[in-house]
Nanobody, 114 residues
Framework: QVQLVESGGGLVEPGGSLRLSCAASGSIVGSTAMGWYRQAPGKQRELVATITSGGVTNYVAPVKGRFIIFRDNAKNTVYLQMNSLKPEDTAVYYC????????WGQGTQVTVSS
């Protein structure tokens, strides 16, 4: 069973940056499509960034141009570089495969506020 452990969240002011990390227990990062999801208070979890096994990335419109997803296959880790953060980016961020076939990790809280 694959375990996913997210880290790197925190409190940041609008316009700031954070880098999230997701460590996977199995060698799945380089062999399957991986994604970062987020769930804001009172809202459903949504997929915001995807990287395929071939390295092709895709983003939802609200984060395009500000977020970058990338991975280190040797470390079985997926990252999300978040720049120009906005209050509406506040959410718990999770990683998983795309589609999300693995059990969810605990997530990492990102709060964007002045």
């Amino acid at each position: 069973q694959v375990q996913l452990v997210e880290s790197g969240g925190g409190l940041v002011e609008p316009g700031g940056s954070l880098r999230l990390s997701c460590a996977a227990s199995g060698s799945i990062v380089g062999s399957t499509a991986m994604g970062w999801y987020r769930q804001a208070p009172g809202k459903q979890r949504e997929l915001v960034a995807t990287i395929t096994s071939g390295g092709v990335t895709n983003y939802v419109a609200p984060v395009k141009g500000r977020f970058i997803i990338f991975r280190d296959n040797a470390k079985n880790t997926v990252y999300l570089q978040m720049n120009s953060l906005k209050p509406e980016d506040t959410a718990v961020y999770y990683c998983n495969a795309v589609p999300s076939i693995h059990s969810w990790g605990q997530g990492t809280q990102v709060t964007v506020s002045s």
